[in-house]
């Protein structure tokens, strides 16, 4: 017998997708707005701009720390419905 949560239910490793998700669109957002400059011809951002495009980076580790929460979670509970 095995017991799934409810689709409304938070699991292990919800919270951390989500985060990354929206780091990660920051970030994605920072790269677009540093790489404007260099089509339109305009003063470069200075290098602390460059640092925000780390963001995604950031988030897609976050998220992937979250599918790996949720995969050992989900692998106990299995473990534990066969003992």
């Known amino acids: 017998m095995t017991v799934t ?7 292990p490793g919800d ?3 989500k985060a990354g998700g ?5 970030g994605a957002v920072a790269t677009l707005a540093t790489m404007a400059p260099l089509f339109l011809d305009i003063d470069p ?4 701009a460059w640092a925000v495009c780390m963001l995604m980076g950031v988030g897609f580790a976050l998220s992937a720390a979250g599918v790996l929460r949720s995969a050992s979670a ?6 534990a419905s066969q003992a």
Do not use: N
Request: charged letters at 25%.
């Open 5 to 11: 949560p409810h689709s409304d239910e938070a699991r």
């Open 15 to 17: 919270g951390l997708v």
């Open 22 to 26: 929206i780091v990660f669109i920051a």
């Open 45 to 48: 951002f200075p290098p602390y």
């Open 74 to 79: 989900q692998r106990r509970a299995a473990r």
